[in-house]
T-cell receptor, first 114, second 110 residues
């Protein structure tokens, strides 16, 4: 079974630009979650989508948004990029509810904002 | 808010040594998970625990879900060089969220 895939793997953007990251979950998984990982803050939860609906949301500004398509693929968008948005963005998929565990992560997208 | 205190932050291992790390919280959780992350990769699920008191093994790894539901530990027996990496605990609560510890970085003793 193919794992979680994320594209692109690396991205360099300029302050003020916007970016869209993509995630394809494991086949059959309906929940997709997004995390931001930085050396200082660790893994921080952005949001979770289940059956095209946002089910949980972390404490991030409205510049961070996401959506999920009917085939469970998900995209995350960050508008008006700031230097502090430089991070590894991880997507994880699971069969059922987020808190039930057994999330499987993709390799991440390394975003650098200059 | 809910948070996990993971310790130690970092540790050095010599091949063959046993390793222990743990996660504690003031909140009660229904699920405890342990992940390992290698450089440039996403975290990989090692062990999932679903019941208070549960003890589960995965090869040389053993993890336990604390009786109080507020803590969990992970042991690695007879460590080998490929055990180096960052280990994360994560816990799922009644609010439907999943929270991660800040990680324990395992390195090889120079």
């Amino acid at each position: 079974k193919a794992g979680v895939t994320q594209t692109p793997r690396y991205l360099i953007k300029t302050r003020g630009q916007q970016v869209t990251l993509s995630c394809s979950p494991i086949s059959g998984h309906r929940s997709v979650s997004w995390y931001q990982q930085t050396p200082g803050q660790g893994l921080q939860f952005l949001f979770e989508y289940f059956s095209e609906t946002q089910r949980n949301k972390g404490n991030f500004p409205g510049r961070f948004s996401g959506r999920q398509f009917s085939n469970s693929r998900s995209e995350m968008n960050v508008s008006t990029l700031e230097l502090g948005d430089s991070a590894l963005y991880l997507c994880a998929s699971s069969l059922g509810a987020l808190a039930d565990g057994e999330q499987y992560f993709g390799p991440g997208t390394r975003l650098t904002v200059t | 808010g809910q948070q996990l205190n993971q310790s130690p932050q970092s540790m050095f291992i010599q091949e063959g040594e046993d390793v222990s790390m743990n996660c504690t919280s003031s909140s009660i959780f229904n699920t405890w998970l342990w992940y390992k992350q290698d450089p440039g990769e996403g975290p990989v699920l090692l062990i999932a625990l679903y019941k208070a008191g549960e003890l589960t093994s995965n090869g040389r790894l053993t993890a336990q879900f604390g009786i109080t539901r507020k803590d969990s530990f992970l042991n690695i027996s007879a460590s080998i060089p490929s055990d180096v990496g960052i280990y994360f605990c994560a816990a799922g609560g009644s609010q439907g969220n999943l929270i991660f510890g800040k990680g324990t970085k395992l390195s090889v003793k120079p």
